[in-house]
């Protein structure tokens, strides 16, 4: 029988833990699955993990991490992750406006063979303006940025194969971007509509200045998913045009010069070709760099730039 584990990042929710955890351990135990129940408290300071303490004594089934500080949800899924023994992984997040009782939906979808299968809060019950909006302005970029079109990258409630996931490194907040990430593995991906409940405990841990970070994080993500194996492409392809422009702008000096007298070093345009020579040399210099990390990193690790699905 396949092993599950639900892994619950957990920040200061004391209020909510208690019955998240009895719901899940029913869901679990109506289905007859085999399971475990990581919960990483990402440093909490409302007493949440006295409470997970408590919980432990008569669940066999839940095992602890406690982080020393908050580090963030991406930190605490990736611990979740890391400690998973399970050959499928499952999110949920801690305040109960995800349904356990949908996990047996995406545990369907993934034993028939999806990779990754994603919930889409298609009738989410948060604020319009400070939760709603942002989302919907970030999934739009998201999808148009990465080419994987997903309606909710946000809702944390997710299955995961487990082969998929731990090949997977998250760093920063790019755990909105998982899917985007393995996209790039070839994976088969699944989006389907689960129950989402407005809050009734404990806070919210966002707001609407989250768009601002979702945008650094997806030049991060954009960069990596694209150039990560190739940044001379990247950084090479801003210097070919800045020593390009350089080039052509310094001819143009050069005939000022010839034919009209202008002295060049008075003309702005001789400075704007340095500028732009030295600006694309430094590029080109940026990329070599790059090709030597990326190198050294895959050596390093003794990692391949490929993903074997069967042999």
């Not at 800045?242 to 000096?253: A, C, H, K, N």
Request: hydrophobic share 40%; aromatic share 12%.
């Amino acid at each position: 029988m396949k092993k599950i584990s639900v892994v619950i990042p957990i920040y200061n929710e004391k209020e909510n833990i208690d019955e998240l955890i009895s719901s899940i351990s029913s869901v679990m135990a109506e289905n007859n699955y085999s399971y475990e129940i990581i919960a990483v408290d990402d440093g909490s300071r409302d007493g949440s993990y006295e409470q997970l303490k408590q919980i432990k004594q008569t669940n066999k089934d839940l095992k602890i991490i406690k982080f020393k500080k908050n580090y963030g949800q991406t930190q605490a899924i990736m611990a979740g992750f890391d400690a998973s023994i399970g050959d499928m992984v499952i999110t949920i997040d801690a305040d109960l406006q995800n349904d356990p009782q949908d996990i047996p939906l995406l545990v369907e979808k993934i034993d028939q063979g999806y990779d990754i299968v994603s919930g889409w809060r298609e009738k989410r019950k948060d604020n319009f303006i400070i939760r709603r909006l942002p989302s919907i302005i970030a999934n739009k970029l998201i999808s148009w940025f990465t080419g994987v079109n997903l309606h909710d990258y946000g809702c944390t409630l997710k299955a995961y194969k487990s082969k998929v996931i731990k090949n997977i490194r998250l760093y920063g907040q790019l755990h909105r971007f998982i899917p985007a990430v393995a996209a790039r593995m070839g994976v088969s991906l699944l989006e389907i509509k689960v129950k989402h409940y407005p809050r009734k405990k404990g806070k919210s841990k966002y707001g609407i200045f989250r768009i601002w970070t979702v945008l650094l994080d997806l030049i991060t993500v954009k960069f990596f998913l694209s150039y990560s194996g190739r940044p001379m492409q990247f950084f090479g392809s801003f210097g070919l045009v800045g020593m390009v422009f350089s080039f052509i702008i310094f001819i143009v000096t050069i005939y000022m010069k010839l034919m009209k007298s202008i002295d060049m070093t008075g003309n702005p345009l001789f400075y704007l070709a340095i500028f732009l020579g030295f600006i694309g040399m430094q590029c080109i210099l940026m990329g070599l760099l790059g090709e030597i990390n990326i190198r050294t990193y895959y050596e390093s690790l003794n990692k391949g730039t490929y993903v074997i699905d069967e042999e």
